[in-house]
T-cell receptor, first 111, second 121 residues
Framework: EAQVTQNPRYLITVTGKKLTVTCSQN?????MSWYRQDPGLGLRQIYY???????DKGDVPEGYKVSRKEKRNFPLILESPSPNQTSLYFC??????????FGPGTRLTVL | AQKVTQAQTEISVVEKEDVTLDCVYE???????LFWYKQPPSGELVFLIR??????QNEISGRYSWNFQKSTSSFNFTITASQVVDSAVYFC??????????????????FGKGTHLIIQP
């Protein structure tokens, strides 16, 4: 089944404790992206990647890192999480020029 | 800069009524893509439709229809004979085409803030 998977789906952590949210797609898509969703703000792009080893900042990249060592994986790294990063995170992938398909979401709470 | 406005924060209708969700966009590009996504209470984002800026034909898919009007920069979504299962948050989104890629649309999506649709039985 063609899909985008994210892990974990739910995470509660404390300020400053490094964490990684994994994202994987099995559709051989070149483009992958991370968004965060906050009440009243909709979804905003954090980082995106056009292909392996090519990443770039989206609208709200501060406090996040990403890497794209393999085509199928695009992990989101929070080196020192803070409470303002409490949010619902979505990973998405697409063929270049295609429609983005989203993972199931990761609900992160930073205490 | 591109912008998507969904002025209706929340709409509540009774089942079987028709309902239209409004979407107004701003972009300087002549080539762009418009999308609608559905987010049911379970939280996932479900793709509904993609429309490119050169195709102003309206589209119908079952009870769903979309009206794209470049003259008013709008891409409205109508649900006919609404059902309780249509209750969700609906997002309109815009992607500006990257001229370096054939087909474009590989840039990030700019989302509206969403319309929460409540269908009451």
């Amino acid at each position: 089944e063609a899909q985008v998977t994210q892990n974990p789906r739910y995470l509660i952590t404390v300020t400053g404790k490094k964490l990684t949210v994994t994202c994987s797609q099995n559709m051989n898509h070149e483009y992958m992206s991370w968004y965060r969703q906050d009440p009243g703000l909709g979804l905003r792009q954090i980082y995106y990647s056009m292909n392996v080893e090519v990443t770039d900042k989206g609208d709200v990249p501060e406090g996040y890192k990403v890497s794209r060592k393999e085509k199928r994986n695009f992990p989101l790294i929070l080196e020192s999480p803070s409470p303002n990063q409490t949010s619902l995170y979505f990973c998405a992938s697409s063929l270049t020029g295609g429609t983005q398909y989203f993972g199931p979401g990761t609900r992160l709470t930073v205490l | 800069a591109q912008k998507v406005t969904q002025a209706q924060t929340e709409i509540s209708v009774v089942e079987k009524e028709d309902v239209t969700l409004d979407c107004v966009y701003e972009t300087r590009d002549t080539t762009y893509y418009l999308f609608w996504y559905k987010q049911p209470p379970s939280g996932e984002l479900v793709f509904l439709i993609r429309r490119n800026s050169f195709d102003e034909q309206n589209e119908i898919s079952g009870r769903y229809s979309w009206n794209f009007q470049k003259s008013t920069s709008s891409f409205n979504f109508t649900i006919t004979a609404s059902q309780v299962v249509d209750s969700a948050v609906y997002f309109c989104a815009l992607s500006e085409a990257d001229p370096g890629y054939s087909g474009g649309g590989a840039d990030g999506l700019t989302f509206g803030k969403g319309t929460h649709l409540i269908i009451q039985p």
